[in-house]
């Protein structure tokens, strides 16, 4: 990690600056012994983080700004620069302690003071950018040039890019001068600082889910303080409080001098709300230079506020026809999201604090201790909440008569419920319209204000929070049992009301409360349906009852994507009849659940990414005959944007890994939580042992006897080692468990991760962006097989080796033949327990099953009685096996097309399949056409062509895709629509005859442990 200074030098002591010397009797006398300490430690090698806490220990304002100019000023011991910085130039975390916010305050205004000029022209410099949307936009883009090429990298300037390169529409030359900026500020080597600015304001990345990513992340390292890292205090844009103000400014000084001001600029637009913060800046800011900003904060006070919402349209009533030129967000979360770009602006400033007090502090609620108290004002207009969604704008926030849409009005009810009386006081109507109306609750919701609703909700409304608590139990929580009561009230209410089941429940609540039909979707998936024992009896059950949820939701709602996961169950059952045994004692990850995870998670990473994909492919084959005139291919041309392709794959990488290892959903660290958690791993461990010890033959010689004491004292010991396993061994890595066993970290120089990134590189290039998600799991199996095989080497060996050694050595002094007989039989009991539990981690079981196109057809020909007359397979290769997620996208699409074969063709006529197959180079897809040809009936023929023809023109999303006949054909165009970007459904009349075609990437069997 990064940190301000240059390399370490043993050496002889350095001189002290005469800045650092006259500066030490700035100090108070108390003071001034432990910083004369600290210098003359700091003439000996480079200032590290234990050193620069001793220096900011300080009590007094006077002390803390001293000790700004002591480390950061020009002379300094930090030998800090402030001009043309590089984005790795800034860290990305930092591990000081922040001291209280009037403190910090004048560290920042010592900081600014002993670079006075510099300071001066960082307000000027803010000022002028606030201005970037008034003017041309040629105008704007140079400013952030020249603010490039004077001060390099600050995370205020990343915004600014940010901002530009999502909202703006650009010319080709001014894309230049973006790419110009980009080589200025080093982005091509660490884009991190830009892509932290671009999840913050990029429309397709969920707010929400960029939170929960980095608190789950970072859940183990803020060490009390979120703002320490870089992404979290920008997913939290302003102080929430006085004392969030403290790890806010130092975050800012951390970072950059212009971010340093900016933050201080943005505590001066807040001072009516932290005035003592406001008052330490006006104690130890330098007159001059608080002047000059107080003038520039007027000027911009009393500008227009800029439009950061041109260009998008309310949300639009789908039955009238308009277009919604945002999709998925609103305008006050645009407005909350883009406004972090024009901090300057007092409106908007207040406004995203406005927000940042409710939302934010709720966004970064995990990493914080138990919230005793809110900072924004309280709200009791239940009317304001009812109101029907309208147009919001900055000019009515706050105002009673404010038009709210569905962000807006999840603020306020949030507002509403700081008040745990006001919880008390909703009826159940009021739960249900706030539910259906608000937005990602379960994200936002405290546990205790879940309690407290569940309490005094009714009936219904219970049931309703009861959904809100599982997901929110979901998302959050480590432990899968904690929502038991919620659980349990769920069933409760389904049993009395609805006979037990789950579908008449939900055919009851969706019509009424789609939005809650929403959540219902998303908690009770398979793994929380098998544990509500009362009306769920076995796995099979689950599936179907989940089966049942989403076709219900999916038709509701009129959502395809529903109804096609509904399906997908039935389809991994069915081809899962391919592989005859399955050994569930293997180590599992939920591939199907981990995919549609990263499809509904995306990080700003993977937006980038499938954006820049195209333009690379392009760019490559473009390349690829040009050759220069010494007669060598040219490829100056690809470096760049190769350098950032790798980068990019590389952070998607480490994300999806770190998910596939500890994801409490799908992920490794579950499936180790289940071992534990349900005593797999003592009842394995100790039944055999248990077994040699209490067999009758052994009684005399244990019971009462020397032998027997040492053998118990060895018991004793082994059970704390089966507890030292499950507690240290068994487990991810952290610095509170630092002997685990695994590691959901990716080190890119590892040769064997390098080798794996860089195959996920180029099968990316040569597949497209629609495979992404695909082969980021089969990159997640090759990057932890090693980590498989070492824990079961572990266990198998060297664990074996520690026990059975111990056991030796306690019973040494026991050499009689009994004894010696027990002692073997111990051994061989140890031995075949350790066996077993490595076997565990010896092969990866993904939870696919490998399929050649025939084995498919013969599932489908079973399924609807054809094995007389089964249908006819040609082309090559035949016995491919295919592998992962296209398995089931393929039995999906075949399934539909042959369905309506034998539904619609003639009578006792062969249906045929063609496919070929073609590998893609370098990787382990292959690209396959299928065609399915079948005979026309010889009365309606044309009906036949007409449904077809109509199904293949229009839209793939409506609740007609489901319906018997050729309107299947949706589906088939939905799936390769995901696999292909677009659909690749198409058909052909041949004289009596008809065929149907898709194509697809699939991924092929070999790439994977497929036993």
Not at 505 to 524: E, G, Q, R, T
């Amino acid at each position: 990690m990064k940190k301000w200074g240059g390399p370490v030098h043993a050496a002889q002591a350095k001189p002290v600056s005469a800045t650092v010397a006259r500066t030490i009797k700035k100090f108070s006398e108390p003071r001034r012994n432990a910083i004369r300490g600290a210098v003359a430690d700091a003439r000996r090698t480079m200032p590290g983080t234990t050193l620069l806490n001793a220096v900011r220990a300080n009590s007094s304002e006077t002390d803390m700004a001293a000790a700004a100019v002591i480390l950061e000023s020009p002379a300094g011991l930090r030998k800090r620069r402030v001009e043309g910085l590089l984005q790795s130039d800034i860290a990305l975390a930092h591990a000081l302690h922040a001291l209280p916010a009037n403190l910090e305050a004048a560290y920042a205004c010592g900081f600014l003071n002993s670079w006075k000029h510099d300071s001066i022209r960082a307000f000027e410099t803010i000022a002028i950018l606030s201005q970037m949307t008034e003017v041309p936009r040629a105008d704007a883009i140079g400013a952030l040039l020249r603010t490039a090429q004077k001060w390099g990298a600050s995370n205020y300037l990343a915004l600014k890019i940010a901002y530009v390169k999502e909202f703006l529409e650009l010319a080709d030359a001014e894309r230049l001068v973006l790419s110009e900026i980009d080589e200025l500020l080093g982005h091509a080597k660490s884009p991190t600082i830009q892509y932290s600015a671009l999840e913050n304001l990029k429309t397709r990345l969920s707010i929400f889910s960029v939170a929960r990513r980095h608190t789950n992340i970072l859940l183990d390292h803020i060490d009390g303080d979120f703002r320490r890292y870089h992404s979290l205090n920008n997913v939290v844009a302003t102080p929430f409080s006085t004392e969030d103000c403290a790890g806010f400014l130092l975050r800012a000084v951390e970072t950059s001098l212009i971010d340093a001001a900016r933050c201080l600029w943005i505590v001066v637009n807040l001072r009516s709300r932290f005035p003592d913060v406001y008052r330490a800046i006006e104690r130890n800011l330098d007159p001059e230079i608080l002047g000059h900003l107080l003038r520039l904060q007027r000027g911009i006070a009393n500008s227009p506020v800029p439009d950061v919402l041109a260009g998008t349209a309310p949300l639009a009533n789908p039955d009238e026809g308009a277009v919604d030129e945002l999709p998925g967000e609103e305008r006050s979360l645009s407005l909350y999201r883009r406004s972090i770009a024009f901090l300057e602006f007092p409106q908007l400033c207040s406004y995203r604090n406005d927000l940042d007090r409710v939302i934010g502090h709720r966004l970064v609620a995990p990493l914080l201790p138990d919230i005793s108290r809110w900072h924004a004002d309280g709200f009791s207009n239940i009317a304001t909440l009812k109101q029907a969604d309208g147009v919001f704008e900055l000019a009515q926030h706050g105002q009673d008569k404010v038009q709210v849409d569905t962000f807006y009005r999840t603020y306020l009810f949030l507002r509403l419920i700081q008040d745990a009386a006001n919880l008390s006081q909703l009826s159940s109507e009021e739960v249900q319209y706030i539910c259906d109306n608000t937005m990602r609750l379960e994200t936002l919701l405290l546990e205790r204000e879940l309690k407290t609703m569940h309490l005094n909700a009714s009936d219904e409304a219970r049931a309703i929070i009861s959904v809100l608590a599982l997901a929110l139990y979901r998302s959050k929580s480590s432990d899968p049992d904690i929502d038991f009561d919620f659980r349990a009230n769920l069933e409760d209410y389904i049993i009395r009301n609805f006979g037990g089941s789950i579908p008449d429940f939900i055919d009851h609540l969706a019509p009424k409360s789609p939005d809650v039909a929403n959540y219902i979707a998303s908690s009770l998936d398979e793994v929380t349906l098998q544990k509500m024992y009362q009306i769920i009896d076995s796995p099979l059950a689950a599936e179907s009852a989940r089966r049942d949820i989403l076709t219900s939701v999916g038709i509701h709602l009129n959502k395809i994507e529903y109804i096609i996961e509904a399906e997908a169950i039935e389809t991994r059952a069915k081809v899962a009849k391919l592989k005859d045994y399955f050994d569930a004692s293997r180590m599992f990850v939920d591939s199907v659940a981990m995919n549609k995870w990263l499809s509904s998670n995306p990080s700003a990473y993977t937006e980038q990414y499938k954006e820049l994909l195209p333009k690379l492919t392009a760019r490559l084959a473009a390349s690829q005959n040009v050759v220069t005139a010494s007669g060598k291919e040219a490829t100056i041309d690809i470096v760049q944007i190769t350098s950032t392709d790798e980068y990019l794959v590389e952070r998607i990488a480490t994300e999806a890994f770190r998910e596939f290892c500890v994801n409490n959903e799908f992920g490794i660290e579950s499936y180790l939580g289940r071992r534990i958690r349900h005593n797999t791993l003592q009842g394995v461990m100790t039944n055999s042992v248990d077994a040699v010890l209490r067999r009758p033959e052994h009684h005399p010689v244990i019971a009462g006897t020397p032998f027997g004491a040492a053998l118990r004292s060895w018991e004793h010991s082994y059970k704390v080692f089966i507890e030292r396993m499950r507690r240290d061994f068994l487990q991810f890595r952290s610095e509170a468990k630092p002997q685990a066993l695994f590691d959901a970290r990716i080190d890119p120089a590892d040769q064997v991760t390098r080798r794996n990134l860089n195959q996920l590189v180029q099968t990316l290039r040569r597949s497209g962006p629609e495979m992404l998600d695909e082969l980021i799991i089969s990159f997640c199996w090759r990057q932890i097989a090693p980590q498989l095989e070492f824990a079961s080497r572990q266990i198998r060996v060297k664990m074996t080796q520690d026990v059975t050694q111990h056991l030796d050595h306690i019973l040494q002094r026991f050499n009689g033949p009994e004894e010696i007989k027990i002692k073997s039989a111990l051994e061989d009991a140890v031995a075949s327990v350790f066996t077993q539990v490595a076997s565990w981690f010896q092969v990866p079981q993904t939870g696919f099953v490998p399929a050649s196109i025939p084995e498919i057809c013969n599932i489908i020909d079973i399924e609807y009685g054809r094995t007389a007359a089964p249908t006819i397979v040609s082309g090559k290769p035949l016995l491919t096996k295919y592998y992962g997620i296209s398995v089931h996208r393929l039995y999906d699409c075949l399934a539909v097309l042959l369905q309506n074969a034998f539904k619609h063709g003639k009578a006792g006529t062969d249906v045929t399949v063609h496919m070929s197959s073609s590998p893609i180079e370098e990787t382990n897809l292959h690209v396959l056409e299928v065609a399915v040809r079948s005979v026309l009936p010889a009365s309606g023929g044309e009906k036949c062509i007409a449904r077809v023809s109509e199904a293949l023109t229009s839209s793939e999303t409506g609740r007609d895709m489901v319906t018997e006949g050729y309107s299947g054909i949706k589906k088939v165009k939905f799936i390769t629509r995901l696999n292909e970007g677009k659909s690749t459904v198409s058909f052909d009349l041949l004289d009596d005859a008809i065929e149907l075609r898709f194509r697809l990437k699939t991924e092929v069997a070999g790439g994977e442990n497929d036993d």
